[in-house]
């Protein structure tokens, strides 16, 4: 039998055997077939050449197998050029010299790199498409401290034939093979030859491909971390900490050696411990327990983050709405075959057993407050520095806790102060902040909200009570969704404020100011571009539409016509092109609502009814919040015309003008105030369209007759953003009947609190947000960046007639009997004024003097 008969029948026999035992998944996108195309535009001949970084055999099979499964060229067939033939068409990049085993060069340039270079040279009318792949055998960081791990899991190491051999045996069936972009030799060669003129073509080409690969290889890998214990040795070595200890033993009057322990203390508190075997222990358990809860877990626009992970430092800025959320990326990411993010975690969830297993996926834990402690504020510093500087994905949930309303919280910008400041004191890679929308049509911590919401005390996180949670849960808990945002990338944020040539050189150097604006701007763009991620769900779009019917009840007929007409209105105007639709019809969405529990069909001889299950409603409002955003303004327009009857064009953009800036901040609206008024005109003519309104020949937008079907659609249209204008001019009774400078803000605050509790039970909105701080908090300081309000040195609000003048516009949005209600219920006299805020003084003590005691 001939050489090349005996090599034959050995690559045969070898594939069939790594065929047995080696099911590679392919990750990214498969490369459409091309070899021996013709380039149209150079009318050259592209022959494909696979570039490995490594000379492995078995590598080469797996490629070699996987080609002819996806049926491009085959990998271990000969690569020919006119006359020239190579053996295979395969190259790999570190060269295994086999005449020179026991002492190889330091560098040797792989001898069929050289023969192609060779061969272009020499015919001008052909080409040779390199296409880099990468094979991963398992996946892990280098852990120093495991044998066990180094032995039978692939790292940044190149493993050797005894090692590569187990990594067969153990990790067959969790190998990961990518194909990269293919790139041109010719060009390759020619921009050496231009660019570097001082490097052999040979050189720069090995140099590039080598860089390439090992970015692709950090974006799955991660960056060759030291285990958890070296990773504390360093920190605690370094300059800003040594520092701080010295620090903290003058101020509490300690030992070095004791400042120092507390240091190695509060990094034992938060350094991370990321365990390959913790992360596929979670990997088994969650797809268990994803399989047993949801009916799936659908993601969308994930290419956006294996595109960004090349180039960029990606930190995942998700929404925070349940505990299940970190679990749930932290999956999703891993099954897309991209490390898994470090993920700075509450140190409430620091519990024994459960905050283990979440410091083995790459949780580390953050105190709500580094008030008063300096020390503790520079070791986390200096760990998130080290994070970033070793460009490892980051997460952390820009809202800071989770979202007890369903929507979006009002930013906590102390991480990502934290993160920029880490950035500006040595930039690794540029920042890529990924905005993620997580949504749910069924919560585990549903009922825990709506009591929380109501006045009750907020629990603390427990082993036990997590297993009292679990064992309460009902198995039925819908799809969720993970739609991953438009990236805001912090260089063009500090470019826009002027910052992008500041650095900072100190662990406690202050942030400058232009710093502090970009900050404040980059957590608005995170949270509205979470927003524009939305997913409309069908729970999400029963809740708005039924919520805003006064029993919570609706024909069926109806509702499937409103359900429809909302669809229509978001697949003519999306609120954003990364908003997802459920694709259901009104019928299917009811279908599935009754499925979930959450909805009941009343069955009548007239037409049945479609009713909220009992003790549903007010938990249906979170779902409800998720997408509000999308609707309030073609709700306002409704509510606008339904209330008028008819109001000319222009009065209408003015009025949603003036109220625009305080709906933005709430829902963390995308539309600035030079878009508005084509946004305002757009969503009017779709409402022309969907026959909910009409024009007459002056301009004039018309309210179809009362009673009548289309009348009805924009009723329920209306109601959303009702509550929202109900409470501002709430507040700015409150304001304009005690006077320009006789209360505080922080007195608005606590009584539109009291009085939106009051409103809720006398007049059931169902609502638990209504009267939630956070939004009068919000309000009040979006007048007083308007310039309708402002303080004097007593801190009291003072305002003029201009205050006055937005007041007024309630006649334009609010009927009658709301406006009289309002008024009522805002009216105090000085003795009810101070009775009030003395109760709720003593009421917060109370609740205070609680806490402590805890």
Known sequence: MSKRGFGQMYRQLSGKLLDLVVTPHVLGEVPVKDAQSVDSNATRTKITCYVLQNHSR???????????????????????MGSHKEKASILFLQHHDENNLLNPPPYAFPPRLLRLIEQLEQHPELDIELVPVTVLWGRSPDKEDSWFKLLFTDTWATPGTVKQLMNIGVHGRQSYLEFHEPQSLRA???????????LSPATFIVNTLNNYLDGQREVVLGPDLSDRRNVMLSLIKSPDVQDAIRRESLRSKISVIEAERRAIGYLNEIVSDYS?????????????????????????????????????????????????DYLLLSYVIYKRGMMVPYIAAGDNLNMPFVGQLLRGGGAFFIRRTFRGNGLYTTVFKEYLFSILSRNTPLEYFIEGGRSRT??????????????????????????????????????????????EMQGKPKESESLMGILKTMRKIERIFGKVHVNFGEPVFLDDVLKQHDAEHISIEKNDDPIPPQVSDAVNTSAH?????????????????????????????????ICVKQLDTYRNLLTALPYDERTQVTPLSG?????????????????????????????????????????????????????????????????????????????????FLKWQDQEL????????????????????????????????????????????????????????????????????????????????????????????????????????KVLTQQGYISTN??????????????????????????????????????????????????????????????
């Open 58 to 80: 078995s590598n080469a099979l797996v490629v070699d197998g996987e080609t002819r499964r996806l049926k491009l060229t085959p990998a271990l067939d000969p690569l020919v």
């Open 188 to 198: 390759l060669i020619e921009h050496a030859k231009t660019e570097h003129p001082n």
């Open 276 to 324: 390959h075997a913790a992360v596929r222990f979670a990997d088994m358990a969650l797809t268990r327990l994803w399989t047993q809860l949801y009916d799936g877990v659908e993601v969308h626009n994930f290419s956006t983050v294996r595109e960004l992970a090349k180039d960029y430092e990606i930190i995942y800025t998700p929404c925070h709405r349940s505990h299940i």
């Open 406 to 451: 369903g929507r979006l919280l009002p930013p906590k910008t102390g991480m990502l102060a934290m993160t920029i400041h880490s950035h500006l004191r040595g930039r690794a890679k540029p920042i890529a902040f990924v905005p993620t929308y997580i949504g749910y049509e069924r919560l585990m911590e549903g009922s825990t909200y709506v009591g």
């Open 525 to 557: 763009a995170i949270l509205e571009n979470i927003n524009r991620a939305a997913v409309i769900n069908p729970v999400s779009l029963l809740s708005l539409i039924l919520l805003a019917t006064p029993k919570h009840t609706l024909d069926e007929e």
């Open 587 to 667: 019928k299917e969405i009811i279908a599935y609502g009754l499925k979930l529990k959450l909805i009941k069909r009343v069955q009548h001889v007239l037409g049945d009814i479609i009713a909220i299950e009992d003790h549903q409603a007010v938990l249906l409002t979170y779902f409800r919040n998720n997408i509000l955003h999308a609707f309030v303004l073609p709700s306002l327009i409704a509510a606008l015309v339904k209330h008028n009857g008819s109001i000319r064009r222009g009065d209408l953009i003015n009025v949603i003008r003036t109220l625009y800036p305080f709906l933005k901040a709430e829902l």
């Open 677 to 780: 008024k084509e946004r305002i005109c757009a969503y009017v003519e779709a409402l022309i369209q969907a026959k909910l309104i009409s024009e007459d020949a002056e301009g004039n937008l018309i309210s179809p007759a009362p009673n009548s079907e289309d009348h009805n659609q924009l009723v329920v249209l209306a109601a959303p953003v009702m509550q929202s204008l109900e409470r501002y001019y709430m507040t700015l009774a409150l304001i304009t009947q005690r006077g320009s400078g006789n209360i505080s803000a922080r007195q608005v605050e606590e009584l539109s609190h009291l009085v939106g509790q009051r409103l809720s039970v006398l007049y059931e909105f169902n609502s638990p947000e209504f009267f939630d701080k956070a939004l009068f908090q919000s309000f009040i």
């Open 793 to 854: 040195s007593d801190n009291a609000i003072v305002f003029d007639d201009n205050f006055k003048n937005v007041a007024q516009y309630a006649n334009l949005v609010l009927d009658d009997v709301t406006l009289q209600m309002l008024q009522h219920i805002t009216t105090f006299s000085d003795e009810e004024l101070r009775e009030a805020l003395e109760a709720l003084a003593a009421q917060q003590a109370k609740k205070r003097l609680k806490r402590k005691k805890k």
